[in-house]
Nanobody
Framework: QGELVESGGGSVQPGASLRLSCATS????????MAWFRQAPEKEREFVSG????????YYGDSVKGRFTISRDNAKNAVYLQMDRLKPEDTAVYYC?????????????????WGQGTQVTVSS
């Protein structure tokens, strides 16, 4: 049974940076599509970024393009989300997710594994 564990969240001021990590364990995710989602209070869970373990295109939601960067470290079985120039509207719980497929999905319902989430708060 696979497990995803996020870390790296926190409270920062607008314009600051954070780096989220997603550690995987319990099974190999080498054939999975990995993604970050976020959910703000009273809002739907939103696709943020996604990457396939073994290369291929990278995907970003429109609201984070140019500010966030997703990456992976196959040797460490981890996925990262570098978040720069953070804005108050980036405040949300951020989730790591894995999908047993070779292509992206922007729908939360298409993902098979989820982490517990890590809170990111951007406020002055």
């Amino acid at each position: 049974q696979g497990e995803l564990v996020e870390s790296g969240g926190g409270s920062v001021q607008p314009g600051a940076s954070l780096r989220l990590s997603c550690a995987t364990s319990g099974r190999s995710f080498n054939t999975y599509f990995m993604a970050w989602f976020r959910q703000a209070p009273e809002k739907e869970r939103e696709f943020v970024s996604g990457i396939y373990w073994n290369g291929g295109p990278i995907y970003y939601g429109d609201s984070v393009k140019g500010r966030f960067t997703i990456s992976r470290d196959n040797a460490k079985n981890a996925v990262y989300l570098q978040m720069d120039r953070l804005k108050p509207e980036d405040t949300a719980v951020y989730y790591c997710a894995a999908r047993a497929a070779y292509f992206v999905s922007y729908s939360r319902h298409d993902y098979d594994y989820w982490g517990q989430g890590t809170q990111v708060t951007v406020s002055s």
